[in-house]
């Protein structure tokens, strides 16, 4: 043992400034700092992501556009500075006030599955295909810094008051018939599945009753035509909501909505199929220009503006379409 120590401090004494010089490498490279860098991504080829009964290829594709997150190193913030293109952003600024990011993980993983079963919803209901919905669970997904009530993520709301929660519309309605000031009490299940007692004194939000807090509604969809999802674990949010009940009602009803093309979109759906915007447009329309997109389908308002106001600076060769609801998207890649 005293020979194995001797040759250590012999090998350090030796070597001490390639250590020195490795260590300030490495610390170069995989130190982070409490920066994200977002940037233009790529495509999302939104057929690898379901799995149906029956094969179905088209003969161009559908896509959902993303932004890249990047973790700020020293070369990664040198590279920001030389594109125009990759901005740099506090952590506070990619995350809402009063959220870790796990907590803000942990909801983004949460509307992915909301956004799938909505998908899935809206898809099967304009394919005339019979389905069930079931197992409706609503829960807390993140909590603002002036809401009045104890309620923690990842709680699944079972009751407010003697109303028992059967869905989101449910627990909107009971809080919409309440006033500015009242107390209510909630019963949930906690994110370890233990019973709790929570309490909310509800705030003022535009002159209406509000708890303070997101809420995330997941559910089962079930059917004789079945279809499954295959996402990876680091994938996470809402967004590609619209492109994905497109690839799906195109595969249930073997429809080629492509036209040969490579068709991109992005924007959250809801269950009576409108298209909601999304951050980071500036990022998708740029990756899915380099990634020689044909189309891109963005929601109507700030968005949309926002996409044509870079198409028409940069020259862009690329058909934007404003859209504000899924029959809308439809009828356009119908009609093309």
């Known amino acids: 043992m005293k020979n194995l120590f001797n040759n250590i401090k012999k090998f350090i004494k030796e070597y001490y400034k390639v250590i020195i010089v490795y260590v300030l490498i490495l610390a170069f490279f995989l130190v982070e700092f409490p920066y994200y860098i977002s940037a233009p991504g790529g495509l999302i080829n939104t057929d690898d992501k379901i799995e149906t009964t029956e094969s179905f290829k088209m003969s161009g594709s559908l896509n959902m556009a993303y932004v890249s997150e990047i973790h700020a190193t020293i070369p990664t913030l040198v590279i920001s500075l030389l594109n125009k293109d990759w901005d740099v952003e506090k952590e506070e600024e990619v995350k809402n006030d009063n959220e870790t990011i796990e907590e803000k993980n942990y909801r983004n993983k949460m509307l992915l599955e909301e956004a799938n079963d909505t998908a899935l919803l809206v898809a099967y209901k304009h394919s005339d295909i019979d389905y069930k919905v079931t197992n409706n669970k609503v829960y807390i997904t993140y909590v603002d810094k002036l809401a009045d009530t104890n309620l923690k993520i990842g709680d699944q709301i079972l009751k407010v008051d003697d109303t028992e929660i059967t869905d989101k519309?449910?627990?909107?309605?009971?809080?919409?018939?309440?006033?500015?000031?009242d107390k209510i009490t909630l019963e949930v299940k906690d994110i370890n599945g233990d019973d709790k007692k929570r309490e909310a004194t509800l705030?003022?939000?535009?002159?209406?009753?509000?708890?303070?807090?997101?809420v995330t509604e997941t559910f089962d969809v079930k059917s004789d035509e079945k279809v499954s999802f295959n996402f990876k674990d680091r994938e996470s949010g809402s967004s590609g909501g619209l492109m994905l009940t497109l690839t799906i009602y195109s595969h249930l009803n073997e429809i080629d909505l492509t036209g040969g093309k490579t068709i991109v979109g992005t924007g959250?759906?809801?269950?009576?199929?409108?298209?909601?915007e999304i951050s980071g447009i500036k990022y998708k329309l740029i990756g899915a220009v380099n990634k020689g997109a044909d189309v891109f389908l963005v929601p109507?308002?700030?968005?949309?503006?926002?996409?044509?106001k870079l198409k028409e600076e940069r020259n862009y060769d690329i058909e934007l379409v404003p859209v504000a609801t899924f029959e809308e998207a439809l009828k356009y890649l119908e009609n093309q």
Not at 203 to 214: F, W
Not at 268 to 276: E, P, R
Not at 300 to 308: F, H, Q, R
Request: hydrophobic share 35%; glycine share 12%; no cysteine.
């Open 169 to 181: 519309n449910s627990l909107f309605e009971y809080i919409a018939s309440k006033q500015i000031g």
């Open 268 to 276: 959250t759906i809801d269950i009576n199929g409108n298209v909601g």
């Open 203 to 214: 705030i003022n939000v535009l002159d209406e009753p509000k708890v303070g807090a997101v």
């Open 300 to 308: 109507v308002g700030e968005n949309y503006e926002d996409a044509k």
